[in-house]
């Protein structure tokens, strides 16, 4: 079963640490060039910042990219690239602002901030796991429909159109593994009548 785990929201969070306001942007990607466009936006917003430190993983390639932006070496992009990579979260894009408030806070102290402003908004992200379904579908008579439309569920999979006219057409999706025994049970509750096509794959969260 091919799984991964990313986020649902493109959101931010912020806090203020001696004096300093770091804000946290964060959004689902699926390329390298979402990621960077994603990045000169909150830079072209945030154009008067500090600093704009980010940090990107994406399944494509295993790319993993981070920049401090200005921060002291391994204070700012390493400590956000850990906090997504801990949290094994991929397709993932974050950009943190920094507004300097006139206090230094030492390496110590920028690493615990950036980290925090990772962590924050991953939290408000909201992450979810992906799972690779197939795309499934079948045709049954009204009389079949109520328990082939309950099977479906039963098994895990989720019924995403239903189409009704001489006959009802059912599209759903299913994670592989739950493929065997939905079959044999759509068998036996129809005798064998009602099939399944697969019209490809594609990952929903689960």
């Known amino acids: 079963m091919i799984e991964y785990k990313t986020v649902m929201l493109d959101t931010s969070d912020e806090f203020v640490e001696k ?3 770091f ?5 689902p990607v699926k390329t390298e060039e979402e990621a960077i466009t994603f990045i000169h936006q909150i830079k072209s917003k945030h154009w008067d910042a500090t600093h704009n430190v980010y940090a990107y993983c994406l399944r494509e390639g295993q790319v993993k990219r981070y920049s401090d932006d200005g921060e002291p070496q391994g204070t700012a992009g390493i400590p956000t690239l850990d906090v997504l990579l801990k949290s094994e979260v991929t397709d993932v894009v974050v950009v943190t602002t920094r507004y300097f408030g006139g206090i230094l806070l030492g390496g ?3 690493v615990r901030a950036y980290s925090h402003a990772a962590s924050i908004a991953l939290e408000k992200a909201q992450v979810v796991t992906m799972r690779e379904c197939k795309l499934a579908e079948l045709t049954c008579d009204y009389n079949q429909y109520g328990r082939v439309s309950a099977l479906i569920p039963e098994h895990e999979g989720t019924i995403d159109d239903t189409a009704f006219t001489d006959l ?3 599209q759903f999706h299913i994670a ?3 493929l065997s025994a939905f079959e044999k049970q759509l068998a036996d509750a129809t005798c064998g009548e009602v099939t399944v096509s697969y019209t490809g794959e594609k990952f929903f969260a689960v």
Do not use: T
Not at 23 to 27: C, D, F, H, N, T
């Open 19 to 21: 004096r300093s306001r």
């Open 23 to 27: 804000i946290g942007y964060i959004r």
């Open 108 to 110: 110590g102290g920028l």
């Open 168 to 170: 009802v057409q059912l």
């Open 176 to 178: 592989e593994p739950n």
